[in-house]
């Protein structure tokens, strides 16, 4: 059982923008910023988002974050075949320690 | 370019004690401002933060986990280490060291290749 709540699964077609939702609560995505991982199978994760709406650089601007309240969602427009992958939300706790979401497995149909 | 690797066992029996290191190359590990961290991820399944130790020695832990976790660093090796005791099957997993920012906790940047720990007599 994850700390934060994403969806299992996500599809989109090839050009379509679709959107990834994490719901935390107050000691978490309430007071803290939010972040989202790409794993690609057999590798480990890839920021693509910190500061619930920065990209570090080289990911492309495709993908964008946004955090209102308690929760925190990714966007990826233009959907391409390579951004089939797991992605995961995480934010700092209050308890001092990081969490993180389940999952949420992206298939481009 | 900084780079890690875990190593140790692969298979640990239950209740016994899981030991990993992490080797940082191409830079000190004492160097910079950074929190070196252990982050897990079973078979099929999410991530899971374990918990982080700083370049002064001081550590943060997942409180599910508290109990029986202990990171150290070894600057004289530029090695960081992990120890989870009373090691049980829902133990098995990959597990990740990786570097992370003092500003950005949660930004990890490297990571391991990850190793896979095996709890099993």
């Known amino acids: 059982q994850s700390v934060l709540t994403q969806p299992p699964s996500a599809s989109g077609t090839p050009g379509q923008r679709v959107t990834i939702s994490c719901s935390g609560s107050s000691s978490n995505i309430g007071s803290n910023y939010v972040y989202w991982y790409q794993q690609l199978p057999g590798t480990a994760p890839k920021l693509l988002i910190y500061?619930?709406?920065q990209r570090p650089s080289g990911v492309p601007d495709r993908f964008s974050g946004s955090k209102s309240g308690t929760s925190g969602s990714l966007a990826i427009s233009g959907l391409r075949s390579e951004d089939e992958a797991d992605y995961y939300c995480?934010?700092?706790?209050?308890?001092?320690?990081?969490?993180f979401g389940g999952g949420t497995k992206l298939t481009v149909l | 370019q900084v780079q890690l690797q875990e190593s140790g066992p692969g298979l640990v029996k239950p209740s016994q004690t899981l030991s990993l290191t992490c080797t940082v190359s191409?830079?000190?590990?004492?160097?910079?401002?950074?929190?070196w961290s252990w982050i897990r991820q079973p078979a099929g399944k999410g991530l899971e933060w374990i918990g982080r130790i700083y370049t002064s020695g001081n550590t943060n832990y997942n409180p599910s986990l508290k109990s029986r976790v202990t990171i150290s660093v070894d600057t004289s090796k530029n090695q960081f280490s992990l120890k989870l005791s009373s090691v049980t099957a829902a133990d098995t997993a990959v597990y990740y060291c990786a570097r992370a920012s003092s500003s950005w906790y949660l930004w990890f940047d490297p990571w391991g290749q990850g190793t896979l720990v095996t709890v099993s007599s």
């Open positions: 500061s619930n709406n």
């Open positions: 995480a934010a700092w706790d209050d308890s001092l320690s990081g969490v």
């Open positions: 191409g830079g000190s590990i004492s160097s910079g401002s950074y929190y």
